[in-house]
């Protein structure tokens, strides 16, 4: 393996298109706005964030039913976000500053205004019928029923929506239903079908062809679906989803075959990697052998931990541990689809510093880690009323389930207007903190949560035990404190995490010990090294005392 792998080594940042910045005043954000902005992501010097790659959400052309992921057209950007001009701007400024571009890539299903499925529902001897998956209604009675047209018709099986109702829409003009996931304006593609295979393919070396670095692979574990559809077995649950065991529509044996044609397509392209969402309990299985299905899956654990050392531990081990010898891990504490992790966390005047503690893990545990946009400002879940509600889920689950437009509020830029986010009026409403929580005020205060993701990020970059080091952990039954070490030949680091307020102990290692970074400990100027890290205090003894919520880091033996 290469010494060095961009996507082992780095640090990946989402942005969500529509939330970062809006260049034009229509209240969206856009890409010109995203290339305004790559300063701040990495501009090669200690101001910026210092990230390796950006994973852009979905931008292509699409009717909007789910935010662009009901993509109409793979290979072009949709109007809202600007043109494919400006789509070679953003990945050929971001490449100047050493950032790649990871493209988020939806290819369960399209949209139903994608000209496939048009075609394929326009008669049932069209060419691309069997694009999609198509079936008759099923004898009544012993199937579900739907009523529709002053008729009772049964669905082909008992599949559920992930976004409410039954997953089969019937279609009166053809007299069949078609099969979707997701909303009845999201279908979703026959994979069995081979030129459904090429066409997508196609579509990837688009891309890959213009230079894109990676993809993240939306529902990667959906692609397939049981050859004979049958019943999902039921079980407990509240909503008519979380009622079946999901062994039919969702995790089929073909799906991994069809990635392992898809990483060789990757393999063709020098240094391009994948990403999957996949489910979480399956997760580690999409690594095929390590290296021949996905480069990374997402491990969404850390998304319904609660704040307990011992939880995150068993996670860590958990994953450590299931992720093959020549896979590599990867964590996530919040993205587009959940509850930001410090609101998850918050916890009055120790809400940022439960941050500081979040993102220090985050950042020092093996693996690579992905930030989503805000994070690193302490961005809270957005309060949205109801009559303000876009989500399709959350219009439909209210007060239930409030949707995930919480998690989509608008990038604070500055304490103007709207956050420096748009000159006209924001798709969604910026959160009432802006004024204290934005880029322009945090970059001012050295004490701020902007300039602590900083300092983890260029300690991260100057350490090799924390880019591929081993991990060891030093407490086997942790209470309130986290411990381990990041260890290679040349290089041993401890982290050293409180998640309790009152202080708590931890063990240390033999020999002399200096520490690199603390949330707590004093890291003015006049200790800090040139890469702006280290508060410089020495460490010996048997144990060290964290001081409640406090993030450390050390290394051994530095003269």
Known sequence: MPDYLWWRDGVIYQIYPRSFADSTGDGVGDLPGITAHLDYLNDGTPNSLGVDAIWLSPIYPSPMRDFGYDVANYHDIDPLFGTLADFDRLLAEAHKRGIRVIMDWVMNHTSDQHPWFRESRASRDNPKRDWYIWRAPTPLPSSPRLQGEGQVRGVPNNWQSVFGGPAWTWDEATGQYYLHLFLPQQPDLNWRNPQVHDAIFNELRFWLDRGVDGFRLDVADAYYKDAQLRDNPRRLGLRAYDRQQHIY?????????????????????????????????????YYGSGSDELHLAFNFAFLECPWSAPAFQRVIEAWDKAVPPAGWPCYVLSNHDQTRHISRYAAGRCTEARAKVAATMLLTLRGTPFLYYGEELGLREGRIPRAEIVDPPG?????????????????????????????????????????????????????????????????????????????????????????????????????????????????????????????????????LNFEGIGAGERLRGQEVVLAGNEAMVAQVNVT
């Open 249 to 285: 529509d969702w995790n089929q044996p073909e799906t991994h075959e069809m990635l392992q044609e898809f990483r060789r397509l990757l393999d063709q392209y020098p240094e391009r990697m994948a990403v999957g969402e996949v489910g979480q309990w399956h997760a580690a299985s």
């Open 395 to 527: 219009k439909r689950y209210w007060p239930l389930y409030k949707g995930r437009d919480g998690c989509r509020t608008p990038m604070p830029w500055n304490d103007q207007p709207n956050a420096g986010f748009t000159a006209g009026r924001p798709w969604l409403r910026v959160n009432p903190d802006y004024r204290q929580v934005n880029v322009a005020a945090e970059s001012q205060n050295p004490d701020s949560l902007l300039h602590f993701y900083r300092r983890l990020i260029r300690l991260r970059k100057t350490s090799p035990a924390l880019r591929r080091g081993s991990y060891r952990p030093l407490i086997p039954r942790p209470t309130g404190c986290l411990a381990y070490l990041r260890e290679t030949a040349e290089q041993t680091v401890l982290v050293g995490l409180n998640f309790r307020r009152r202080p708590g102990t931890i063990p240390l290692p033999p020999g002399e010990w200096r520490v690199l970074l603390s949330s707590v400990r004093p890291t003015g100027p006049e200790t």
